[in-house]
């Protein structure tokens, strides 16, 4: 497809369980972001990869949170220890990976509910 | 504090009117300025930016951002139903990666 593509769109989990969200970027796009967006917070950085590396991972709220891009492309988040408070939406993002007002491509998010 | 701040709503009008959307900031060393439309279920989509201070007009669409003030606006014009959706203001550094996004303001357009 021609946008970002994210699996699973919806994900039902029990407290205490491991879950991991898929994001494939758009073919070409070097940067890739992890945004999470909660109910009254916005949209909350977590992590940002510059191919297969992330600069910038300092938006992680805890270690149970990891990320990894493998190929420049796929990338995977994984909760490890799921909380309640971890239930939100989780987006993703790729842009062309250039300085200045940089346009990001969004997927339409996974939709954790950790019960 | 947050470092963006915006009004979440919800904002009700009726089609046609002027709409208004505001965001305000703390951090003096952000110099780009976006504008992201999301619509329900689905990721946010970039609908302005613009670099410093100054306007900037597309269509129905007007984005201004007053540094001295660290205050920044979104107006529409003549507005429609289709244009019901949430709007965040996003800012972002001359270096580095990150945007910042304001809370997001949900806007209804009423036929």
């Known amino acids: 497809g021609a946008g970002v593509s994210q699996s699973p769109s919806n994900k039902v989990t029990e407290k205490g369980k491991d879950v991991e969200l898929r994001c494939d970027p758009i073919?070409?796009?070097?940067?890739l972001y992890w945004y999470r967006q909660s109910l009254g917070q916005g949209l909350e950085f977590l992590i940002y990869f510059q191919g297969n590396s992330a600069p910038d991972k300092s938006g992680l709220p805890s270690d149970r949170f990891s990320a990894e891009r493998t190929g420049g492309s796929v990338s995977t988040l994984t909760i490890q220890r799921t909380q309640q408070e971890d239930s939100a939406v989780y987006l993703c993002?790729?842009?062309?990976?250039?300085?200045?007002?940089?346009?990001?491509?969004f997927g339409s998010g996974t939709q954790l509910s950790v019960l | 504090q947050k470092e963006v701040e915006q009004d979440p709503g919800p904002l009700s009008v009726p089609e046609g009117a002027i709409v208004s959307l505001n965001c305000t900031y703390s951090n003096s060393a952000f110099q780009y300025f976006m504008w992201y439309r999301q619509y329900s279920r689905k990721g946010p989509e970039l609908l302005m930016y613009t670099y410093s201070s100054g306007n900037k007009e597309d269509g129905r669409f007007t984005a201004q951002v007053d540094k001295s003030s660290k205050y920044i606006s979104l107006f529409i014009r003549d507005s429609q139903p289709s244009d019901s959706a949430t709007y965040l203001c996003a800012m972002k550094e001359t270096s580095g990666s990150r945007l910042t996004f304001g809370e997001g303001t949900q806007l209804t357009v009423n036929p």
């Open positions: 993002a790729s842009s062309l990976g250039r300085q200045g007002a940089e346009k990001l491509f």
């Open positions: 073919s070409g796009h070097t940067a």
